[in-house]
């Protein structure tokens, strides 16, 4: 077993989202010109595995690798169908391949920032550093940033309100132009799986081509193939499409849970991304959420804190934990929940409100839209413990 025997500054675990917007944050701000950084993946990180969707407003860092942004979207159920005009926000797409390779080529071009391809074991504080373990080699460190989830997670997921959110995306392309790519679909209830939280997605980047994705937020998955039937469905049911043929398909699994992630933090050990508890845990969005929390990381360490330091907001936490335990508990409500979102709230509040920067009166006209019974319910049991059927 090889030993690298230098003692990096920060090693950070993982070069997915969470590990690369550190990594980018930390070699484009001059104080870290002189620290030594590390960046360990297990992975060649060479295969476009997701398609990341942000909304912010107008220009923003990855508009020369991002894919297509959309400034009008579109929320239907069976019987309505809400205009979303998302001025000042850009609802922006990205595919993680363009991420991975200009984080890559970044990484290539500057000299105090390395890249090892290594599955790491075990991180141990050893005294005054930390020892990283990979299969190939040992690293040392001051500071680690860990893209790995605690395992402590799964044990514990049923003492916690734990939903999984997940997908299954086809790229279809036509011949014929039959997409409208001035306007995505941010949620669709037209076809559902029996009576639960799910819903459609569509990102038409072309006339002739669009991401369709069925989407679940329950607890438990589906069989692979429902997935499929779900999607033809979708297409010739609702986007009324007959001849396509899937030039691409994505699968995936988001945890969206109240388990405090974060509390796997350790002394100069920080959990990062969705291990960090990065992820918003009412929708499943994470890449904006990350590169605030990378953001937030570089000015503690600049600042002489601790890098965990004020990055999970007590409020919004509460806030997505009363609504999974609405959610987990009567899951048939998603749909007439987010409709009455879209229907009583702008857009641009909403997108406030998931981005956790809306005040409390703010909150509170959000929170007024919801069915209120289901909400009071949750909130008498997270008080009192004790639960109103
Ligand atoms: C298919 C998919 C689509 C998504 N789409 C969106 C979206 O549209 N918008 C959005 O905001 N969020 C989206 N998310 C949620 C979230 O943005 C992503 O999950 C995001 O990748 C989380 O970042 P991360 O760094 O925590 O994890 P990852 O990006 O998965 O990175 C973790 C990295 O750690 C590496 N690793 C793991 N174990 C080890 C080990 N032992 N040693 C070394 N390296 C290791 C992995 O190889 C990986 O590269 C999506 C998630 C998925 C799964």
Redesign the pocket.
Known sequence: MEQDLKIYDYVI???????LHLSLAMLTDEWFANKHILI????D?KVD??????WEKGAGKWDDIIEKSWSKGKFNTKTESIELDLAPYLYK?LP?INFYDFGRKKIAETEHIKWIK????TVNNIGDKIEIR?ERSTYFAKQVFD??IDKGFESAREQHFTLQQH?KGWVIETEKPVFDPTTFVMMDFQVKWQDSACFTYVLPVSPTKALVEFTLFTEDLIAYDAYDDYLRRYIKEALKIEQYHISKV?????PMSDYPFEKANLPHIMK????GG??KPSS???????EKAAQKIIHNLKNNRAPEHGIINKKFRWYDSLYLDVLVNHNELGESIYTDMYRKNSIQQIFKFLDDETNLMEDLKIIWSFKFSPFLKALLYNLSGIRIK
């Open positions: 675990i993982g070069a997915g989202a969470a590990g360990l993946d297990k992975d990180k595995d997701k398609t990341w969707s942000f797409t993680s290594d599955a790491v074991k990979g893209s790995r997908f994505e699968f995936g699994i988001i990062i991304g969705t291990a990065h992820v499943g969005y994470a890449f904006k959420n990350i």
